[in-house]
């Protein structure tokens, strides 16, 4: 519907159906106007699933929903790193929506992922924003091709669940935009989802919902969003002032308390009506963009998404370690351990929750090998060791070739609403895999996780599978990796540390009462790892092959450029294996020498490329301004300092196999402001400036720095080290203190030549 027929349409509306119009009807629809022709439209919760509402309804899982399908959840499928894959999910989840009458289904989440407890990583991607909005930017690709909206979540800073509805994200502005508006931007810019849903927190003193700089500042004057943004379940806090900020839609409904709100304050004068105009417009914008393409034919074929979850879950699951026991071949005897070999982990808990049509178990898969036994283990309602189940265990470990262990978190441990209170898995599982690892040498652990966990027996057994939470279809997936039906893919999307003491935010995360500070900044995940020089269990990017790949003639299609142009970068690869594999090729830049604090490296680009045996491919990457650049807060853009960069191709941000030199212009210089306060070593870092202060250089403190000769006792109470230091970082206004002719006013007279300067 043309944007001229929806403003006669709002143009028709009585003011009290417009209130109503920015307010849930119910739980999932926004409101009807039958006699304008406005229908209700529904939404639903996903991302990773069709969590449809019939009939009693509630956003944490607790009432029941269709059968649907479950696909691999967030942390799985960024591990994926493959774009194709995320859209081929989103195309499938589309076609559902479609064929249930779900106009928007509400992701996906691309919160970052700050630190491992937080209790809904598993919905959300990495801890890397280029990594998260890549992945996000995919699945909204996918869906919204099938005329069905997305609503990107949680903007902005939702990074835990204690106190998520009344925590205030306080972060400074680089950090937000570096890491944490970064995460949507991409996402944002190049795929347009057709709504946002607005987080609980504050950021900066300001909930999310009545954040003007955020809502419509950024997400509109600068990203150019033209959806509409919804709150998330219960996050509005004063109606109007959100509605003037760019909330636009209020979910679930407020059984019409907060519209009457909006009539008054339009009567009153409080709230221009125009602002209620451009609300409703954009509402009604989208819920005729999907009327008008509703595909009515659309079929929810579960079993055929089924197998589509199997495909998309092959490429989630990261081969951590194998020291020669992988893959497993269908001839020897193997002892599938734990119960979640049985009934696996494979979604998390609250509002994505799917009921599931169907679940297949690593169990089911090898229900046709003789040669494979079971043994439970553990319970996972308990945290204490069961004796019973692990002498079973033990003992068929023992008779087997190869114990496999199916362990992992239990709902208990991770799920929305609360954040894990440490990195442990269950005592059980622990002691359970420590056990076994004593009697069979050959022994591989798979994990069914949402997040990193520690891992005391990491050197005690010969196989890690990380299997994250993989969805309905998880079991036939893991077994295609273990007998080596499928090569593994998969790589870490984000740190796995040594311990949870190690994460750079385990100082001040949850924080203080409803006062939440990111005091490290930018330094997330491997940024900060790397920065430090720490030894992790698992690095980001990580993850094995059964065959190898092998990396070269890395090269560009120029060594320098300004900050204007673009810059190709190519590496071949190729498959010096037996088998069939996918690599990720991940790019990473360094800033050589930079003013500011930077992280070692970032990751920038990556791709994955699908190789024969014995082939090799040539994978291209074009990097422009922004893959060198940092966010200066002094100009409140994003800037590229003039000098040298590496760009670094690796397996893993710890496994760098090429790097190449490339220098960049910068085409904007951000103006230095002297004042009396800039010290001396700042002043010479232009030599025109140097020449403006030259007379300085007569007073004692500045001409001792300079002096060739001084007396024994001088030498020795002053060392040459000592006095250019301090003649370095003494302020122009040292020269009154420290001898000289000079007053204050000469001093502001070279102030005011030096700013000329940088004027003229």
Partial sequence: MTAEKIKEIVSQMTLEEKASMCSGADFWHTEAVE????????????????????????????????????????????????????????????????????????????????????????????????????????????????????????????????????????????????????????????????????????????????????????????????????????AVNSRVKDLQAGLDLEMPSSNGSNDKLIVGAVQSGELPERVLDTAVARILNIVFRYEENRDKSAVFDRDKDHETARRVAQETIVLLKNEGVLPLSEQDEIAFIGKYAKTPRYQGGGSSHINSHKVTSALDEVKGMPNVTYAQGFDDKEDKTDEKLLTEAVEAAKKAKVAVIFAGLPDAFESEGFDREHMRMPNCQNELISRVAAVQPNTVVVLHNGSPVEMPWVNEVKGIVEAYLGGQAVGGAVCDILFGKVNPSAKLPETFPLKLEDNPSYLSYIGEGDMVEYREGIFVGYRYYDKKRMEVLFPFGHGLSYTTFAYSNLRTDKDAMKDTDTMEVSVDVENTGKMAGKEVVQLYIADKESTVIRPLKELKGFEKVELAPGEKKTVTFRLDKRAFAYYSVKIHDWHVETGAFDIMIGASSADIKLTKKVNIESTVKIPVVYTTDTTMGDVLMDPRAGEIVKELFQIPIFAGAMAKDRGEAASEAISDEMSAAMAKFIPLRGALSFGGDMNMADIQEIVARLNALEEG
């Fill in 35 to 234: 006699r304008l022709g406005i229908p209700a439209s529904m939404v639903s919760d996903g991302p990773h699933g069709l969590r449809k509402q019939d009939q009693e309804a509630d956003h944490l899982g607790v009432n029941e929903s269709i059968k649907a399908v479950c696909f691999p959840a967030g942390c799985g499928t960024a591990a994926s790193f493959n774009r194709d894959l995320l859209r081929q999910m989103g195309e499938t989840l589309g076609e559902e929506c479609q064929a249930e009458g779900v106009s928007v289904i509400l992701g996906p989440a691309v919160n970052i992922k700050r630190s491992p407890l937080c209790g809904r990583n598993f919905e959300y991607y990495s801890e890397d924003p280029y990594v998260a909005s890549e992945a996000a930017g995919a699945l909204i690709h996918g869906i919204q091709s099938k005329n069905v909206g997305t609503s990107i979540k949680h903007f902005l800073a939702n990074n835990q669940e204690t106190r998520r509805m009344s925590s205030d994200s306080r972060i400074d502005e680089r950090t937000l935009r570096e890491i944490y508006l970064a995460a949507f931007e991409g996402a944002v810019r190049k795929e347009k989802p057709w709504t946002v849903m607005c987080s609980y927190n504050k950021i900066n003193g300001t909930y999310a919902a009545e954040n003007h700089k955020y809502l419509t500042e950024v997400l509109r004057g600068e990203w150019g969003f033209d959806g509409y943004v919804m709150s998330d379940w219960g």
